[in-house]
């Protein structure tokens, strides 16, 4: 999440030397919801303290308004079909989305 609002905070002051403004916040879907618990979290534990520069940039960003994370589940995300394993409905629901169709399956 963190290299991702990097981008995102080059990609706005980028557009912004274009003399492009954005008014609403980038929205950022993330899948792990443990990522998001811990960026809202201001208290930090014991497990989490090899991550703590990473959750600064993080909640930084969310609480100034320039971000709004998202959660998206498998069901949503497609690129967990490279990603992931997934059960047979999801993945064939997914191949569907991207448009790949098994020419060997019976009509």
Known sequence: M????????????????????FVTPAKLYCDNQVALHIT????FHER?????????VV???IQSGHIITTFTSSQTQVADLLTKSLGKTI???HLRKLGITDIQAPT
């Open 59 to 61: 909640r930084e960003k």
């Open 2 to 21: 963190a290299a991702v609002i990097c981008e995102l905070t080059w990609l706005r002051y980028l557009f912004k030397d274009f003399q492009v403004n």
């Open 40 to 43: 809202a979290n201001p208290v």
């Open 91 to 93: 993945f064939y629901t």
């Open 48 to 56: 989490t303290k090899h991550i703590e520069m990473d959750c600064h």
